[in-house]
Structures are given as structure tokens and as C-alpha cells.
């Protein structure tokens, strides 16, 4: 018995270890997945989402009779002596129906359902932005994580190299130039890899704000690790149909439009108080008589009516009500076109930065093959007495530079598709491919943009 609990707890401590170690992973979908769930300004937009709905229920009510119940009870004090008694009281009960409204009630109705509709183009639009933003800092943080190799293997190799020559003055065959040369070396790509590990940091904590996760101040790393690492994503949308489709689909422009709609109506409503309104009503009243001459104290009976009442003259009131709401009407008209004008600059901005990233990925590309032979000439110089050592520092710094920067260069692309996904509501996996690049030779190209990105593990060979 004894041995078996023992099994039982270790593997209960086994399976809590591998949850907790799950834990600490998230990929990027689990991470949009999250961000939709618990975010906190789509969690408002879902809110002010509930609060439209609320509206339309209050809206329709218009068009449902109401219950309505009044009293009164009255006591006066007499100056003279007077038969009639001196308090009175009456109570009702009314079901109250409009009967027209001068088309306010329907108004007021189309304007909730617009307002509701326009409230979920508005959570549409901040998850998509919310979504963006988690897209862009996920790759940050990828990005950062993968500079740290970047410099640690850098440092490594510095530390190698400063300890090739400290061997060599021991032995006489350099100078102390030589070793100066390669601690400040040394030193110049440490302050490096402390700046890449402090942006690490605080990719986590952008990407905890966006998530929505409170961060635990006494832990002092991440909550989580990302999953994979930063790879190119070769796509090569059309400009053309992705501003056709954000024109389409885009929830800014379709919230603009219901402004208008929402204007409109609204002039709808603002036009009824010129307009007479009549509302019948039915009841059953219960009333005392003051007179007692006339009959008994107590006195009921059914009621059954119409009220109706007219503004014909207000001041001048509703005038202008109309002539706000047809200058908002306006306003609207020229905010949708400012929005379709912005949404055109986005999409363009974004397709733009596609292009120059991948301009930049396959000038790169090649740049790194070239860096790497030109420390393996260095190094074969230095050996043969034809070179310095300090055209092998600036080499491998060359090296470095290179695979940093064309690991930005991958950055920069993922972020532009992330950013030209939103500027057309779509998702980036939705990107149509351009039929006019997916020639056999931009084929082969994109199948020569691998990823070298880290640099070589000595400073006498390359990857």
C-alpha cells in the first residue's frame, strides 16, 4: 500500500511539473486566442456591444402599450364652513397605446438596431487591432529572443578570440595590441546582449497588457515562453484587391456609413415634434365624490379615451434640432470619407513596407554568404601574413551586423503582413498570393531566403 501511494504521488507530481511546464508555453494562436477572451478594450467594446442591445429593448417599447397607475390623495384646510369634504383621493389603472407618433417611435427604433450594429463593427475593429498589435509583439519578442543567440554566439566568439591572443602574447608571437584589440571587442558586444535581453523583457510584459495577464511582481523572468521562432512567411498579396476588399469589409468604413444612416434617421425623429400625437388609453378608475349630496364617497368605474397634443409653435426649437442634426448628417459624410482615404493610406503604407522588407530580406540574404567569406579571407590573410587582426574583428563584426539585421528584415515583413491583414479585415493567412510573381524564377528565389541568421560558431569557419 505504501508503494503504491508512493507511485500515485510521484506521478501526480509528475503531471502537475509537465502542466506547469505547459504552461509557460504560448503560441501566437493561443495568445490571440487569449487576447480576444480577456482583453480589456475589447471587453469594454463588448460591454458598450450589451449596452446598444439594451437600447433596442428600450427603443421597441414605443410600440407596446404600457401600464400606467397613478393616485392622488388631497386634504385642504377651510377658511369657511362648506358642505363639501375636506379631503378627496382618486387612483387609476390605464393600458396606454400610441397611436401615432409622427414617426418618432420607428425612428428612435432604427436608430438603436444601427447603433447596435455599429457597436459590433467597433468590437470588430478594436479586435482587429488588438490582434495587430499581439501579431507585432509576438514577432517583436521573437525577434528579441533570436538576437539574443545572435549576440551570445557573438560573445562567445570575442571571448574565444581574446583568449587566442592572450595565449599567443604569452607566447611571444604578438603584441599587446593584439589582445587590447580583442577586449574591446569583447566589450563592445556585451552592452549589445544586455540591450537584447532588456527588450525581451519587456516584449513579455507588451504582450501580457495586450493578453489581458496580470503580471506576478515577485516573479522576475516570464510567465510564458513563445513558441518557434521568427521565419519568413513568403506572400505577395495584390495592391489592387486588398484595397478592393478593405473598402469592402473593413469595419471602420462600414461604422462610418452608419453614422449617416443614424443621422438620418434622426432627422426622422427630430421632424416628428412638428407632427401631432395621439395615444388611446383604457382603464378602470376608482375616485371619491366630494359632494355628498351627489352620491356616495365611494365611486369607480371603467375609462376608456384619446389624448393627443400638438406643438404648433415651439420656439423655434425644433428648427434647430433639424439643422444640428443635418450638420452632424454632413460631418458624418465627410468623416466616411476621410475614413476611406485613411484606410487607402494604410493599406498602400503597409503594402509598401512588404515590398521594402523583402527588398531588404534578399539583399541580406546574399550579404550574409558575403560577410562569411570575407572572415574566412580575413582569417586566411592574418595566416599568411597579408592581413591584420584587426580586418578579422571588423569581419566578424560585419557578420554579426548582417544576420541582425536580416533577421530584422524578417521582422519588418511579418509585422507589414500583419499590419496590411488589418488595413483589409482579413486575416494574414488570408493574403492572396499576385499571380504576376508567382513566376518559376520568383519561385526559386524565395526558396533561396533561408535562414542563417545565426552567426558562425568560430571565427575561422562559417555556417
Wanted: aromatic share 6%.
Amino acid at each position: 500500500m505504501r508503494c503504491g501511494r508512493w507511485v500515485l504521488s510521484l506521478a501526480s507530481s509528475w503531471v502537475l511539473c509537465l502542466s506547469a511546464q505547459a504552461q509557460k508555453t504560448l503560441s501566437l494562436d493561443q495568445a490571440v486566442a487569449l487576447a480576444r477572451k480577456q482583453n480589456p478594450e475589447i471587453l469594454i467594446a463588448r460591454k458598450q456591444v450589451e449596452a446598444a442591445r439594451g437600447g433596442v429593448v428600450e427603443a421597441r417599447s414605443g410600440f407596446l402599450p404600457a401600464l400606467v397607475s397613478s393616485g392622488l390623495l388631497r386634504k385642504r384646510e377651510r377658511q369657511e364652513s362648506s358642505r363639501l369634504r375636506d379631503d378627496d383621493y382618486n387612483a387609476s389603472l390605464r393600458v396606454v397605446q400610441n397611436v401615432y407618433t409622427g414617426g418618432a417611435t420607428k425612428g428612435r427604433l432604427a436608430i438603436a438596431r444601427l447603433t447596435t450594429e455599429k457597436r459590433a463593427l467597433e468590437l470588430a475593429a478594436v479586435e482587429q487591432r488588438v490582434v495587430m498589435d499581439l501579431r507585432v509583439a509576438y514577432y517583436e519578442l521573437l525577434l528579441n529572443r533570436a538576437k539574443i543567440g545572435v549576440r551570445e554566439e557573438a560573445v562567445r566568439v570575442m571571448r574565444d578570440e581574446l583568449k587566442a591572443q592572450e595565449e599567443r602574447f604569452a607566447a611571444g608571437t604578438v603584441g599587446e595590441l593584439n589582445v587590447r584589440r580583442a577586449e574591446v571587442s569583447l566589450a563592445n558586444e556585451q552592452p549589445e546582449l544586455f540591450e537584447a535581453q532588456t527588450r525581451v523583457q519587456n516584449s513579455d510584459l507588451r504582450i501580457h497588457e495586450l493578453c489581458g495577464i496580470q503580471a506576478n511582481p515577485r516573479a522576475s523572468g516570464a510567465r510564458f515562453q513563445p513558441i518557434g521562432q521568427l521565419t519568413y512567411q513568403p506572400r505577395h498579396p495584390d495592391l489592387t484587391e486588398c484595397l478592393a476588399h478593405a473598402a469592402a469589409f473593413r469595419p471602420e468604413i462600414k461604422a462610418r456609413q452608419l453614422e449617416i444612416a443614424i443621422e438620418e434617421q434622426q432627422l426622422i425623429v427630430d421632424r416628428s415634434e412638428l407632427r401631432p400625437r395621439v395615444e388611446a388609453f383604457t382603464g378602470y378608475e376608482v375616485y371619491s365624490e366630494r359632494d355628498p349630496e351627489v352620491g356616495d364617497e365611494f365611486n369607480h368605474g371603467y375609462v376608456i379615451g384619446l389624448n393627443a397634443s400638438w406643438h404648433i409653435f415651439d420656439g423655434f426649437a425644433t428648427r434647430g434640432r433639424m439643422q444640428a442634426t443635418g450638420a452632424r448628417r454632413a460631418a458624418a459624410g465627410e468623416a466616411l470619407r476621410a475614413e476611406k482615404l485613411a484606410v487607402e493610406s494604410e493599406v498602400r503604407s503597409a503594402f509598401f513596407d512588404l515590398q521594402q522588407a523583402d527588398r531588404v530580406l534578399e539583399s541580406e540574404t546574399r550579404n550574409v554568404e558575403s560577410a562569411s567569406e570575407s572572415l574566412e579571407l580575413a582569417r586566411g590573410n592574418l595566416g599568411a601574413g597579408l592581413g591584420t587582426q584587426l580586418d578579422v574583428l571588423q569581419a566578424a563584426a560585419d557578420v554579426t551586423r548582417v544576420r541582425t539585421t536580416r533577421l530584422s528584415a524578417i521582422y519588418l515583413h511579418n509585422v507589414a503582413l500583419a499590419r496590411l491583414a488589418r488595413a483589409c479585415g482579413r486575416e494574414p493567412e488570408g493574403l492572396e498570393v499576385d499571380s504576376k510573381s508567382a513566376t518559376p524564377e520568383e519561385a526559386k528565389r524565395q526558396a533561396q531566403v533561408f535562414d542563417v541568421a545565426r552567426p558562425p560558431a568560430g571565427l575561422g569557419r562559417s555556417r
